[in-house]
């Protein structure tokens, strides 16, 4: 069973940064993506950024330039450095992984969330 630990949410003045992470653990036969998607109240659950097993990547329009995702192999970690951070950032942020198997395609595991505020 795989699992999926997030830290790094919190309060933050516009124009601050924070950095979230988010750790896999269990058993991966293999990883073809991690990434973060988030969810404002009343809104849908929207994608921030993703990368691949490859190492490419892809951002929402609206963080292009202020976010930036990043992970290590060992540990299976992603990490999402948030820059100049704005009132409509806020949200719960919830880290997806998509796994691979040998014979049954590929599944997603999500996160519990860590909420994100910009406020001032």
């Known amino acids: 069973q795989v699992q999926l630990v997030e830290s790094g949410g919190g309060l933050v003045q516009p124009g601050g940064s924070l950095r979230l992470s988010c750790a896999a653990s269990g058993s991966i036969f293999r990883i073809n993506a991690m990434g973060w998607y988030r969810q404002a109240p009343g809104k849908e659950r929207e994608l921030v950024a993703y990368?691949?097993?490859?190492?490419?990547?892809r951002y929402a329009d609206s963080v292009k330039g202020r976010f930036t995702i990043s992970r290590d192999n060992a540990p299976n970690t992603v990490y999402l450095q948030m820059n100049s951070l704005k009132p409509e950032d806020t949200a719960a942020y919830y880290c997806?992984?998509?796994?691979?198997?040998?014979?049954?395609?590929?599944?997603?595991?999500w996160g519990q969330g860590t909420q994100v505020t910009v406020s001032s």
């Open positions: 997806n992984l998509n796994v691979g198997t040998p014979f049954r395609g590929e599944y997603d595991v």
């Open positions: 990368v691949r097993s490859g190492g490419s990547t």
